[in-house]
């Protein structure tokens, strides 16, 4: 049962991270797309050049919430994994028919 419930940690965690770099490429592959496009009607090197500036602060900016939102996702997966032992271990007890301590004295 343990090996069950991490592997469907696993692949949920996994699904999770899969979304979230799919949806970063596609934005990426858009916004770059877009950023050639503003770039080729540029007339002034200075006017391209703050283009860039500004397009190489909003990719940082989205490159570190991705991160962010990773790391949320991983630490979520993480205290799952870390709940599997206690749980199982709990529950041990009642999966082999063993009364605990406190059952026994009182009957």
């Not at 770039?39 to 391209?48: A, D, F, I, Q």
């Amino acid at each position: 049962m343990p090996v069950i419930m991490i592997a469907d940690i696993n692949k949920s965690a996994a699904e999770k991270l899969i979304a979230v770099q799919t949806e970063y490429m596609t934005d990426l592959f858009n916004t770059g797309q877009a950023q050639i496009l503003a770039l080729s009607s540029v007339r002034e090197p200075k006017e391209g050049f703050e283009l860039q500036i500004k397009f190489f602060k909003e990719l940082d900016a989205k490159l570190a919430n991705i991160a962010e939102k990773e790391m949320t996702m991983l630490s979520e997966a993480k205290e799952q994994l870390i709940d599997v032992p206690e749980t199982n271990i709990s529950g041990m007890p009642d999966m082999y028919g063993i009364a605990d301590a406190t059952t026994r004295k009182n009957a």
